[in-house]
């Protein structure tokens, strides 16, 4: 990563301690993709050029269709691209990338599993003892107010909980890479909040690099770290916006000028793109 981009990652906050382990950086270098079907070309992404410091927390905002799902893919090596490289702590992504978490906008939980069970698949996919993992699990259910609903089948669940089961499934391996793709879109505006705020304290706990997809412009400033703002399709980077905010990012921070000024910020460049109207 070149010094010019560190520069744009902010100092202030809860520092990073010395028993935190090192977390992945990323770094994307002139990545496109073009998706060709049924003879028609879809110019989904135009020379995407993004470094992410390990332990970072990047929020990516754009119109739909922008290409930030598929940008996202492409960095997990679910996907090819068309051209560019995808480097993760320094090795090249060729195919399916497997030390990470992550979580999509459905939470793909097991019907006939509860949700203690739920949790640990990640890790017996993963050929490891889901014993050592239970104590673990139960912890990390608890703090995202599941601890009671443990044994509960995911229809017994609401949204929101079927999410958070998500979400700790994601983290139970304690991966150095986080990624969430639109993870709270399908929720309601109350619990959305509250999610909001389960994910910064989980994070804060472990500090990994996370990658967080979403259409929300205050969703994108109250988590994170650095702002990306797309362009509508081919997405392109717009706008790279360090979010220089103490956390945790409580009521009074969001209530701040600051806060609504990056907030304006954002806007402002989607309505230069046209994506926003007055």
Known sequence: ??????????????????????????????VSQIFQRAGQVTHALDRVDLAIAGSEFVSIVGPSGCGKSTLLKIIAGLISRSSGTVRIDGQEVQGPYTNLGIVFQSPVLLDWRNVLDNVLVQIELRGLDPKQYKARALELLGKVGLGDFKDRM?????????????????????????????PFGALDALTREQMRIDLEKLWLDRRQT???????????????????VMTPRPGRIDRII???????????????RRFTEYCDMITECFMRHGVIKY
């Not at 990563?1 to 950086?25: D, F, N």
């Not at 996370?210 to 990306?228: M, N």
């Not at 360090?242 to 701040?256: F, Y």
């Open 242 to 256: 360090p979010i220089d905010l103490p956390r945790p990012r409580h009521k009074d921070v969001l209530a701040s």
């Open 154 to 182: 995911p229809r017994e669940l609401s949204g929101g909980m079927r999410q958070r089961a998500a979400i700790v499934r994601a983290l139970i391996h304690d991966p150095p890479l986080l990624m969430m793709d639109e």
């Open 1 to 30: 990563m070149t010094a010019a981009r560190l520069s744009e990652v902010p100092r202030t906050g809860v520092a990073v301690t010395a028993a935190t382990p090192a977390r992945a950086p990323i770094d994307i270098a002139g």
């Open 210 to 228: 996370t990658l967080f997809i979403t259409h929300g412009i205050s969703e994108a400033v109250a988590l994170a770290d650095r702002v990306v």
